[in-house]
């Protein structure tokens, strides 16, 4: 599963390429491969799921944009 998508890939979403080799492989049912949102510890998962949770995040302390967690 070390294949990657071709630079010129035009995938939207499940809407894949045919001439890309990557699309053609996931078209077939290989697996995605996991994200960052899957390799979130259990610990800071916790804490992101806290802060979700938190009297600042709930009455818009974060401003406009909440970006707790993307480090």
Do not use: N, Q
């Not at 697996?31 to 992101?48: K, L």
Request: glycine share 10%; hydrophobic share 30%; net charge positive.
């Amino acid at each position: 599963m070390k294949t990657m998508h071709k630079a010129e890939c035009k995938r939207v979403f499940s809407r894949y390429d045919v001439s890309c080799p990557r699309c053609l492989e996931l078209k077939a049912g290989a697996a995605p491969r996991p994200g960052w949102y899957r390799s979130v510890s259990a610990d800071t998962s916790g804490e992101i799921s806290a802060h979700f949770r938190s009297e600042k995040h709930l009455s818009g302390g974060c401003g406009p944009v909440c970006t707790f967690g993307e480090w």
